[in-house]
């Protein structure tokens, strides 16, 4: 292991992070070492998910070898200690993200955690869960507020909630700059509104949305919020209770944590009047053939055989993070996020997607390349050893938006270099040359390919015109 | 040549750059609309009769997406041209098959034309769905299709 654990937890206080000290943590990172297509790799695609260090495999590892057990069930020493890790492990990650540990349940992945919330309020609305549960109900002409820049997770379940109870989804617009036009958000959020559920960092713009003006707006009103963490928590501090949310959801994967493991956070006092989203083994106290009394949050949502050895892995996940420090990694991407997007807004023929040079925004950028699709400029830039994302990135509505189906991100994390943003401008400037795309419009009338004439298929008298829908 | 100019052969990069056959045409006996969930590439394939309403005369077809989806519909759009519906499956069995091959077949010539120069893309996994959109549109389209029965 190049950095024991006890250097690491001094890192924080080490001054910025620079690439003498990224080349450092690098080498806890075994997959960044490797090579693709003849090229080393360079990994831009950590907002999908992150690479692992070494010390989440070996927490991972090492409790599947030396403490595999049940957890809360059995009295023998394995499921004890398998138990006690499970909770500590809870302990760690709500205290990482300013939470108390019996207001975060574990999940399978972030898109669980919102899921749970929207169920649990659809039971309400069916009128389960008893008193305690009625000020989650909805009903017909009650609204949903989301953003036009949600990711599918924060949206396709509030609008299966919508559809199951009779509520209207409401979406605050992003403006041309990629940012939540919060004068919409105020003329949107209304007595009406129940639930207002938005992402702290965009996946796609990069963009960082104010939470604390919208969490206001919500309150103001008597709606719940729900935040979805996903891209902040790897890569800034976060204190849930600071910010005054009601709901939150993390990703483990792309916090240097598993797969397989996610969490979500509840304040305390509406977790325990939340009726549970999966029921079953584990989140009961008495059942009868009849009916069941179910336990305390968090253990009333978690039903079932837990994800233990990665919720282990999770809680050494956040470890890593802060020993090397939240300010130092935010800074850090700011930092390459900044290189990334001025390098891409000098080049011809590219649009980038979201806040301008010089507005904050997180360490990633989306962008479009004229005359190549996406998909193309990803094979170009993987064909070179640098993996980005290509497509949508689960936010059509967003893309739509913007009028473009499909965009190139990369995206930076702690591990990354200035050289590794350096290489991916250096190669998306080969894109449109590779493409044989100039500045001119394609769309003008075709010649045949040179190599290949056309042969003029024998249209039935019938055939009319052509019209082509896209035109 | 590299991998990568092995999948984007020139004659593809000119397909893609000025799509033959593109743009839908009246009167279709049957048309299917294709979509890739992941990177939203969509092709709209339109089956078009001869005057003996046994054979297909020629697709038409729109789209948008990748260089890979529109060459392959327009690389596809030259090959299908006045055939008997069995020719056309046959066709569309030599193309996927030539995508199943990880790069260890040329494909038939005969069959498929200058369509053979997607066999590069037989090498990318993530890319065979791209290539294959417009022939599986054609595919459903001729499930449907009704033509005149010839014995």
Known sequence: MSVVHDDRSNQASAGPLSNAAVATL??????????????????????????????VLDAERDFAINHTSAVHR???????????????????????????????????NATEAINLVAYGISNASLGLGGAAA????????????????????????WQELAARTGAHLRAIRVTDDGLLDLDHAAELIGDRTRILAFTHVSNVLGTINPVAVLTALAHEVGALVMLDACQSAPNRPLNLHELGVDFAAVSGH?????????????????????????????????????????????????????????????????????????????????????????GLAEMDGLTVLGPGDGVERAGLASFIVDGVHAHDVGQFLDDRGIATRVGHHCTQPLHRRFGVIATTRASAFLYTTTDEIDAVLDAVRGVRPFFGVTGQPTQAPSPSPSQAPSPAPAVSPTVAARSDVNA | MSDLEGLYREVILDHSRFPQGR???????????????????????????DATATRIACVSWTGNGCAISQASASLMYEVLVELSPQEVTARIAAFRELMHSKGQSEGDEELLGDAVALAGVSKYVARIKCASLAWVAVEDALARAELVATS
């Open chain 1, 134 to 157: 009625a000020r989650f109900a909805l009903k017909a002409g009650d609204e949903i507020v989301v953003t036009e820049m949600e990711h599918h997770a924060n949206l396709v379940p």
């Open chain 1, 26 to 55: 690098r080498e806890d990172f075994p997959a960044l070492a490797g090579s693709v297509n003849g090229h080393p790799l360079v990994y831009l695609d950590s907002a999908a998910t992150s690479q692992k260090p070494r010390q």
């Open chain 1, 74 to 108: 059995g009295a023998h020493t394995l499921a004890g200690e398998a138990t006690e890790l499970f909770e500590a492990a809870r302990g760690r990650v709500a205290g990482f993200v300013g939470a108390h540990a019996d207001e975060l349940v574990w999940t399978s």
């Open chain 2, 23 to 49: 743009g839908l045409v009246a009167d279709p006996i049957a048309e299917s609309h294709q979509l890739n969930p992941t990177c939203g590439d969509e092709v709209t394939v339109r089956l078009h009769a």
């Open chain 1, 254 to 342: 792309k916090m240097l944590g598993p797969t397989g493991v996610g969490a979500l956070y509840g304040r305390a006092e509406l977790l325990a009047g939340l009726p549970p989203f999966l029921t079953g083994g584990s989140m009961i106290t008495t059942v009868t053939i009849e009916k069941s009394e179910y336990l305390p949050p968090p253990q009333r949502f978690e039903a079932g055989t837990q994800r233990v050895s990665q919720a282990v892995a999770l809680a050494a996940a956040v470890d890593y993070l802060d020993a090397v420090g939240l300010d130092r990694i935010r800074d850090w991407e700011a930092q390459l996020g900044q290189r990334l997007v001025t």
